[in-house]
């Protein structure tokens, strides 16, 4: 009977080794889902970020208003030119900030 319950003893060892590794990898593949979550809600908050800004610039070139003589102020189009290249910038610098570094080989 002894032989009996060594070799049911070793399975049982083997099968909570088993275990072990299955419940690591559940904890891999978790964090893995983490990380996936986490780069979706950055990307979705570039691209409301990137919906606002085209809304704002669409308000903001038709607010621009023409004078007596139908000619828009040009300081009013260098005020929107600059805005356009400052959310430019915000806009690069987020896409940069939210690309991943390419895998090396």
């Known amino acids: 009977m002894r032989i009996f319950g060594r070799a049911i003893h070793r399975k049982l060892d083997l099968i909570l080794v ?3 590794e299955i419940k690591g990898k559940e904890v891999n593949e978790m964090g893995a889902l983490q990380d996936l979550q986490a780069a979706v809600a950055a990307e979705q908050t570039v691209e409301k970020s990137v919906i606002t800004l085209l809304q ?6 038709s607010a621009l208003e023409a004078n007596e003589s139908g000619m828009v102020a040009a300081s009013d189009v260098e005020a929107v030119v600059t805005n356009i290249n400052a959310n430019a910038a915000t806009l690069a610098a987020a896409v940069t900030a939210n690309t991943p570094a390419a895998p090396t080989s």
């Open 18 to 20: 088993i275990l072990e």
């Open 56 to 61: 704002n610039l669409a308000v903001q070139l």
